[in-house]
């Protein structure tokens, strides 16, 4: 399995942005799509975005689309999610994860993912 780090979250104005980090150890960092979720206060863990293993293809919750990016660089063992326009709603605990080689589980299931960071608050004030 692979160890992840979050950093970069924040208290941060409505319209604001931030970019959240995921740095992986690990020498195998290209052999898993990678995701963000998101858990805020009182609610279920949410599918934020994924990206393949390649950065190929990325995959976004409606909420976020047009105003997040998820990318990674495979050389750096690092994704990346860049977050504008931010809303309140988006305060949460953000996670990235590392996703399961085989499975068949869909990419916005977190069951489908099996390595976790510990997770990095984003605080959106209006």
């Known amino acids: 399995q692979v160890q992840l780090v979050e950093s970069g979250g924040e208290l941060v104005q409505a319209g604001g942005s931030l970019r959240l980090s995921c740095a992986a150890s690990?020498?195998?960092?290209?052999?898993?799509?990678m995701g963000w979720f998101r858990q805020a206060p009182g609610k279920e863990r949410e599918f934020v975005a994924a990206i393949s293993r390649s950065g190929g293809s990325t995959y976004y919750a409606d909420s976020v689309k047009d105003r997040f990016t998820i990318s990674r660089d495979n050389a750096e063992n690092t994704a990346s999610l860049q977050m504008n326009s931010l809303k309140p709603e988006d305060t949460a605990v953000y996670y990235c994860?590392?996703?399961?080689?085989?499975?068949?589980?869909?990419?916005?299931?977190?069951?489908?993912?099996?390595?976790w960071g510990q997770g990095t608050q984003v605080t959106v004030s209006s």
């Open positions: 994860a590392a996703r399961r080689i085989f499975t068949a589980q869909a990419i916005t299931d977190m069951a489908s993912y099996h390595s």
């Open positions: 690990g020498r195998t960092f290209n052999s898993y799509a």
